[in-house]
């Protein structure tokens, strides 16, 4: 394995946990705003005068607290999409994937020099929010995959579960090698 095998190697782990992280914010952001609708338009439909109407004879009598309640869960919700910014980090997660696989083009043609795409990368570190590091493991072990590495970082069901929500220390995923192949 030459230097830009390493370099790809590291290209192809940042692509696949931008990818990982830019799906979760983006499926998160959707959840955060279907409560945000739901809970809004049920709050809304419960503030409606409790006449029963010709074709909605079983109307219940309005319910002031249920109103309550699901605006507050709407609130809570649209306040915790905006604070976090969740749509914004499906993003940047989004533009830094298409940095990294740029980058993996680049690294694919005839003349590339290890040394300009090493910097080439670390100019791109710059972008990089603070890792998550179970998240980084898992795209290692899917890198290590993809490039038929020998090596893998250990993960626990735990972490890969909490990998999107907790900062783990990144010497909670000691490496180990796989055995060598027979054939």
């Not at 419960?46 to 009598?61: D, G, K, R």
């Not at 579960?161 to 000691?174: I, K, L, N, V």
Request: aromatic share 10%.
């Amino acid at each position: 394995m030459n230097e830009l095998d390493d370099l790809r190697f590291e290209i192809i782990r940042g692509a696949m946990y931008h990818d990982d992280l830019e799906r979760h914010y983006a499926r998160l952001h959707r959840w955060i705003m279907f409560i945000v609708i739901f809970s809004g338009t049920a709050a809304a439909a419960n503030m409606l005068p409790a006449q029963p109407i010709l074709w909605w004879p079983w109307a219940e009598p309005s319910k002031p607290v249920l109103a309550l309640l699901l605006s507050l869960l709407s609130t809570l919700a649209g306040t915790v999409d905006i604070v976090w910014d969740v749509s914004g980090k499906a993003r940047l997660h989004s533009s830094l994937k298409r940095q990294a696989y740029d980058l993996l083009a680049d690294c694919e043609d005839a003349d590339c020099d290890a040394r300009q795409m090493r910097q080439r990368i670390v100019r791109t570190l710059v972008d990089e929010p603070p890792i998550l590091h179970a998240a980084n493991a898992l795209a290692f072990n899917g890198a290590a995959q993809n490039m038929d590495y020998r090596r893998r970082s250990r993960i626990t069901p735990s972490q890969r579960f909490w990998r999107h929500w907790r900062a783990y220390d990144p010497t909670d995923f000691p490496e180990y090698s796989l055995p060598a192949r027979t054939e």
